[in-house]
């Protein structure tokens, strides 16, 4: 089990990389804004997977505070998205 | 035994969907088909996921943690994509070149940022 964990760990990091290369290339703002919720929402599973690979249970903390700040993070940003697409006018 | 089979099979599951987006927001041409496959293939990945935490410690700790995690993200994530998808609509993206219809078209008015 433990085993397993760490090679979907590896999956989990190469799905990183490839939202990566959507953060730095996508066209626009509200593209690079779903790239980050994206990461974020990766960065929970693997927080659980870790928390399966090291057999400690502390470590699903962190996914929920991940998704709280991610929640926010990216509420937060499509205001301001909104706001300066109306500042124009 | 069975529960550690489970458990297997809910992990590999969860981790499929959640690369699945990943390769999709990285190959879909359009800002609302990577905002789909950014949130509902994610979404069930987390769920899976917690799943298999769940199952892996049986401790009632842990379960309730899981739960809070699977609601939390169950209600967060399409208001999170809603407000992205609106926020996209009002500067200007521009769609992909199979889009059928655009229903808001004259409601909404913003700066354009495609030029």
């Given at each position: 089990?433990?085993?397993?964990a760490?090679?979907?760990?590896g999956?989990?990091?190469?799905g990183?990389?490839l939202?990566?290369?959507?953060?730095?290339?996508?066209?626009?703002?509200?593209d690079?804004?779903?790239a980050?919720?994206l990461?974020?929402?990766?960065?929970v599973?693997?927080a659980?997977l870790?928390?399966?690979?090291?057999?400690e249970?502390v470590?699903?903390d962190?996914?929920?505070?991940?998704?709280?700040v991610a929640?926010?993070?990216?509420?937060?940003?499509s205001?301001?998205?909104?706001?300066w697409?109306?500042?124009?006018? | 035994?069975v529960?550690?089979?489970?458990?297997a099979?809910?992990?590999?599951?969860g981790t499929?969907f959640?690369?699945?987006?990943?390769?999709?927001?990285?190959?879909?041409?359009?800002?609302?088909?990577r905002m789909?496959?950014?949130?509902?293939?994610?979404t069930?990945?987390?769920?899976?996921l917690?799943?298999s935490?769940?199952?892996y410690f049986?401790?009632?700790?842990?379960?309730i943690?899981?739960?809070?995690?699977?609601l939390f993200?169950?209600l967060?994530?399409?208001v999170a994509?809603?407000?992205?998808?609106?926020?996209?609509?009002q500067?200007?993206v521009?769609f992909?070149?199979?889009?059928?219809?655009?229903?808001?078209?004259?409601k909404y008015r913003?700066t354009s940022?495609d030029?």
């Amino acid at each position: 089990m433990t085993t397993l964990a760490f090679v979907l760990l590896g999956v989990l990091s190469l799905g990183i990389v490839l939202a990566f290369v959507r953060l730095l290339r996508g066209p626009n703002i509200p593209d690079r804004l779903v790239a980050l919720d994206l990461l974020t929402t990766v960065g929970v599973g693997i927080a659980a997977l870790y928390s399966i690979a090291f057999d400690e249970p502390v470590y699903l903390d962190v996914a929920i505070v991940l998704a709280l700040v991610a929640f926010l993070g990216t509420v937060t940003f499509s205001r301001y998205i909104e706001k300066w697409a109306h500042h124009g006018d | 035994m069975v529960t550690d089979i489970i458990c297997a099979a809910f992990m590999i599951i969860g981790t499929a969907f959640m690369f699945l987006g990943c390769v999709g927001i990285l190959r879909m041409p359009d800002l609302l088909t990577r905002m789909q496959t950014a949130t509902k293939p994610p979404t069930l990945g987390v769920f899976c996921l917690m799943v298999s935490a769940a199952l892996y410690f049986p401790e009632i700790g842990v379960t309730i943690r899981v739960l809070a995690i699977t609601l939390f993200v169950f209600l967060t994530a399409p208001v999170a994509a809603h407000m992205i998808g609106r926020a996209g609509y009002q500067v200007g993206v521009k769609f992909w070149k199979g889009t059928v219809m655009d229903e808001l078209k004259d409601k909404y008015r913003g700066t354009s940022i495609d030029s």
